[in-house]
Each structure stands twice: as C-alpha cells, then as structure tokens.
C-alpha cells in the first residue's frame, strides 16, 4: 500500500495548484482519502476527505469555497484543486488512507504518502 502525493510548487496569492494522490498496491475508489497539510512550527492539520462514495468533506473552514476533492478512479489517483491560494496555505500537503473498504469519513488513517511542498507568496 503506497500513496504518493505531487502536484506542489510555488505559486502566488491568488493562484491554483492541482495536487495529485497517486495509489499503487491497491485500488483506492474503495478507500477513504484524506489530505492534510502541515505548516513550519504548526501541527499538522486535516484538509479534507473524500470516501468510496465521492461524498467529501472539508475540514477546514478557511478552504472551504476554494479548494475541491476529487477522485479519478480509472488513474488511481485522487485530486485536491487548490484555487484562490493565500499566504497561509503555504504548507507540506500529504494524502493519507485507513485502508478499510467501504469506510466513512471521518477515519483514523493507517498509511501516509510522502508529502508535496506548496507555497504560496505574497
């Protein structure tokens, strides 16, 4: 059970990104997906979490409204579009599985990508 995550980079306010959570070593529509981000000297913290069944859910209110789960399940992957980014966005994203098919958000998660850097200037 592998998850990967990419898609970071530098980006200014206002910006988008499209982050991607590739699964290798099973098939992840069945699985719940979570992202989580982690800020220099800030605990990390949930993003969001989608299940089998596509029902999302957005941890944090500040991203509500801008960013966007999704999942694309013939590539094995699971998206998190990042629009209208600020400054406090600026965070090590990673994806995150409980393994347990046919759960619900939310879970405790069992395996963790490495994660993709994002920052965002002003």
């Known amino acids: 059970v592998q998850l990967q995550a990419s898609g970071g980079g530098l980006v200014h306010t206002g910006g988008s990104l499209r982050l991607s959570c590739a699964a290798s070593?099973?098939?992840?529509?069945?699985?719940?997906i979570g992202w989580f981000r982690q800020a220099p000297g800030k605990e990390r913290e949930g993003v969001s979490c989608?299940?089998?069944?596509?029902?999302?859910?957005y941890v944090v209110d500040s991203v509500k409204g801008r960013f966007t789960v999704s999942r694309d399940n013939a590539k094995n992957t699971v998206y998190l579009q990042m629009n209208s980014l600020k400054a406090e966005d600026t965070a090590v994203y990673y994806c995150?599985?409980?393994?347990?098919?046919?759960?619900?958000?939310?879970?405790?998660?069992?395996?963790w990508g490495q994660g993709t850097q994002v920052t965002v200037s002003s």
């Open positions: 989608i299940d089998n069944s596509d029902s999302s859910t």
């Open positions: 070593g099973f098939t992840l529509r069945y699985y719940v």
């Open positions: 995150a599985t409980d393994y347990v098919p046919g759960s619900t958000c939310p879970v405790e998660y069992v395996y």
